[in-house]
């Protein structure tokens, strides 16, 4: 249990690959604030963390767009649980529609939340973290964040954002000891995919234990050596063209 009393917040824990990285971060011994929109899903996973594996967890829910929900579930997870100790920055969405067809709406709803997000909760956070001299932050971008394709200028305009966030934040936090890396997934058998691609071949997709997996290691004082750099974990499948 290399997370023993280590505090982590987790945005969109509530299913997933969230989901799946709140519970073995509590398997390392991490107490684990959930946060999402869905305040049923969160409560879900925070009593299996504690009725499952006698752990320590607490529900919330917010909007990552907003910095009063942002703040106010960063203070209550410092109130509850204690200083933060790991950001996990994987609340995301994605469109999936040419770029002459984006509204501007849907477009600023993309950034909203996939930048705008990582950026309120890393600026919640990463105060009690330089105090203490001492933290990990850890933001899912995506393969799209790596290249570019068809269809998905707003969502891969937004993950290429993620990687340069982390690795800026990262430089600039290395004198405190914090550590900020970005994990770009591949293709991952979720609900959101399920409801992006229902048709799409499936054959060598990820799955989120997979992804946790890569998190929560990433989380690890075995690690310390990674910072500010980016992780592809990308297994044998491919992104997803439609």
Known sequence: MDLKNKVAFVTGGGRGIGRETCI?????????????????????????????????????????????????????????????????NNAGVMLLKPFDETTVEEWDFVQEINTRGVFLCAKAVVPQMKEKRNGVIINLSSIWGTKGGPDRSAYITSKWAVIGFSKALGEELKPFNVRVNAVCPGPVDTKMMEDIAPDANKDNWLHPIDMATVIVDLCLPKMKAVSATVIEAFGNGRPVNL
């Not at 299996?48 to 320590?56: C, D, F, K, M």
């Not at 942002?70 to 790991?86: F, R, Y």
């Open 24 to 88: 073995l971060l509590a398997k390392q011994g991490a107490k684990v604030a959930v946060f999402s929109r869905s305040l049923t899903e969160t409560m879900e996973v925070a009593a299996y963390i504690r009725e499952e594996l006698a752990g320590e967890a607490i529900a919330l829910s917010g909007d990552v767009r907003s910095e009063n929900d942002v703040n106010n579930a960063v203070q209550e997870t410092v109130d509850k649980l204690g200083s933060i100790d790991i950001l996990i």
